[in-house]
């Protein structure tokens, strides 16, 4: 009896597996960045071309600012647009949006702290290599084992170690590769290697630094070249204070004489080395790495306007994603928590994120001149909107003009 029960529990316990529903796995699993993200920082910190393509993108992704609007017809629409613009402004939320956008665009990530999470009252920009790991239950079944929701982000022991909850963290991502939690930015693909069979590419970002770590010592070599005299019949004694003189040569270069019968030759660069196709195969791959074209505008002659207007418009492909994703963001981890903890309701109310400046209506003087005539407003209210057009009145209509209307 003990052997057949036993043997029901394991049937049935095979056919659930086999149903398809999938169960939470109690277990947890880490992931690191591939690239550490303070690696990748350091290259736009220290890289003029990347810094500037990161600094183009953010800029033009959230550098014209943002106003909120809100449904007009919510019962409450006047105190949730009120609620979410003093927060707002309380915690600088457009400079949070710049500094964060940078790093979002160069590294794929940046980390928010909710200082209150329980009630939302401050947000905090955390260092992008405070987080080490990203901590990940997964859903099992049927013989499946997929990353299913975050549990925590471990800090590193710099930054006091331990785990954050995940609601008290507000994870900017873009791009995000396969069932990684990290996401990918335009500066880590300059910094792979890539290995194909038995061959291995460095990354471009070291090849670049090392063309740019010879040029220097190219032209200390060539600006002032070497000449080298050939003796003939020199002693020993003449051959060692030539050696001598050549090994302490100053940068410049330097002439060495003999008095004696030979033959003076620079020493010059081979022309045959034409070296700048490679250097510019390098340049173009790293600018594609920063997928951004305008750099080009500022280094390389022969752009038109009509490239420039070509290159904005690719531009702007790039960055209309990544303004709809920070958008989506912010109304629901920002705007949509500050309206519940006050009561609100935040599906009614849809205070929404709006990049640029509210657009104001434009209005015609024949528009204000026939509403004027037709009394839809007040002739005071005319003149000081004339006065905005450019036109010069007086303080006070003149006795004249009111007899002549008269």
Known sequence: MP?????????????????????GQSQPAYEAPAIPLADVLRLYERDPACKASVD?????????????TVNENYVKAEEAKRLVDQFNEEVNLDTLLWEMARI????????????????????????????EKIEYSHLQGGGLKIPYGVEGYRLRLSYGGGTLNPEAVIHWRINCLGWSGFGTGVLQVLLHTLTFYADRRPAYAWMKAKIERIMPKIFEKYAGPDVLALLERADEA??????????????EGVWLFYNGRGDIKPLTIDPRARFEYYVDYIVNQFYLGCETPLPRLFSTPGFTE???????????????PV????????????FGPLLIQAGLNPYEARVRLNWGTPKTPHVSIADMLKAAELGLIRPEEFRKNAVKWGWELWDKPSETALEAKK
């Open 104 to 131: 979002l665009i160069a590294c794929g990530n940046d980390f928010w702290l909710k200082i209150t999470p329980e009630r939302l009252t401050g947000l905090c920009r955390l260092p992008v290599d405070a987080v």
């Open 306 to 320: 009509a490239s420039a207007r070509a290159a904005l418009e690719l531009q702007d492909m790039l960055i209309k």
């Open 238 to 251: 003449t051959i060692q204070k030539f050696e001598k003189a050549i090994k302490s040569r100053p940068e």
């Open 56 to 68: 183009l993108l953010a800029a033009s992704a959230v550098g014209m600012g943002f106003y909120t």
């Open 323 to 334: 303004q709809r994703y920070i958008k989506r963001q912010v109304e629901r981890s920002i």
């Open 3 to 23: 052997n057949l029960l036993k043997r029901l529990i394991e049937a049935f316990a095979a056919k659930r597996c086999q149903s398809g529903y999938a169960y």
